[in-house]
């Protein structure tokens, strides 16, 4: 698994604000958010035509993961609680989606 590295300390709501400006989930596709699912595999979660698309991100190449739909009214800050929500089964105790800065 390619490494990145992790927002630590940085919460995920000041991570979405860090975003540059214009890149809001209104402003269509430039909104890019990853994650860490547990360890196992990224996510990048993107907004696409007024929609959340969630790719699967491995070796180079993206994956889009259709199985899972992200309400399109989900605020980005809550895309980690949901992700964590949606793929729970895979965590091991004390585990959480990481937000990837």
Known sequence: MPTGSRCGAVSHTAAIDALPPGNTPESGP????????????????????????????????????????????????ELRNYLDAFYHEYAKPGQRVELLC
């Open 30 to 77: 430039s909104v890019v958010i990853k994650f860490d699912v547990y360890g196992l595999f990224r996510l990048e979660v993107r907004r696409e035509d007024d929609a959340w698309v969630a790719y699967r991100a491995e070796l180079g190449k993206r994956r889009r993961v259709d199985e899972l739909a992200i309400p399109r009214d989900l605020p980005p800050e």
